[in-house]
């Protein structure tokens, strides 16, 4: 079943400049997980939070989680045309996860 | 309309026996993915395949792990001679066609099969 939920659900850009995504979600999470997903390709996973997390940094990406209002950001600095993809938020817990129907993101060179 | 549809949910295995997952995908989606993950860990690619064909296996373990998609029946996602390491769920997702940027198409996830060797 797919109950997280990104927005937005497209999101074009120019490269340079930065993308935010968002992610909201309904259960208790024991992590929320970013991925990646190139045109007919399987996903890649970027960046874990744990629910007992704020905010995570790796390389160019900045996840924030709060928990308190069931959402998470995905922020990529200095975008390049090699990040156009889809995003997907992955809420998990201990034995379910839920998936977002993605954000895709295309960045203009 | 069901969605992907695992089997079994759970499934534990003795080291060196067998194990087969099964996905059937969402009625009218020709196209299925498999995913694994290990405790702890996010999802990992292993296998993409359309009917009859495997299309991109670049995340499959080189040795024991098979993969197939036949023209009438679900996917089988074999591990032969299964180790303590192959403990995981594995996930199957399927779409009607391409999926990804553009093609706006959804990836449909599976709920997992949870496969503990002992």
């Known amino acids: 079943s797919q109950q997280g939920e990104e927005d937005p659900q497209a999101l074009s850009i120019q490269e340079g400049e930065n993308a935010t995504m968002n992610c909201s979600y309904k259960?208790?999470?024991?992590?929320l997980q970013w991925y990646r997903q190139n045109s007919g390709r399987g996903l890649v996973h970027l960046i874990l939070?744990?629910?007992?997390?704020r905010e995570k940094h790796s390389g160019r990406l900045r996840v924030t989680l709060d928990t308190s209002k069931k959402s998470s950001s995905l922020l990529i600095t200095a975008s390049r045309a090699a990040d156009t993809a889809s995003y997907f938020c992955v809420a998990g817990s201990a034995r379910q996860l839920t998936f977002g129907s993605g954000t895709q993101l295309t960045v203009l060179p | 309309n069901a969605g992907v549809m695992q089997n079994p949910r759970h499934l534990v295995r003795r080291r060196g026996q067998e194990a087969r997952l099964r996905c059937s995908p969402m009625?009218?989606?020709?196209?299925v993915y498999w995913y694994r993950q290990l405790p702890e860990e996010g999802l990992k690619f292993m296998v993409y395949?359309?009917?009859?064909?495997?299309?991109?296996e670049s995340g499959m373990p080189k040795e024991r792990f098979s993969a197939e998609f036949p023209k009438e029946g679900p996917s089988i996602l074999r591990i032969q001679q299964v180790v303590r390491g192959d403990s995981a769920a594995y996930f199957c997702?399927?779409?009607?066609?391409?999926?990804?940027?553009?093609?706006?198409?959804?990836?449909?996830f599976g709920e997992g099969s949870w496969l503990t060797v002992v």
């Open positions: 009625k009218g989606h020709s196209h």
């Open positions: 259960t208790s999470i024991n992590n």
């Open positions: 939070i744990r629910s007992n997390e």
């Open positions: 997702a399927s779409s009607p066609d391409r999926a990804g940027l553009g093609s706006g198409n959804t990836i449909y």
């Open positions: 395949l359309q009917k009859e064909n495997i299309i991109d």
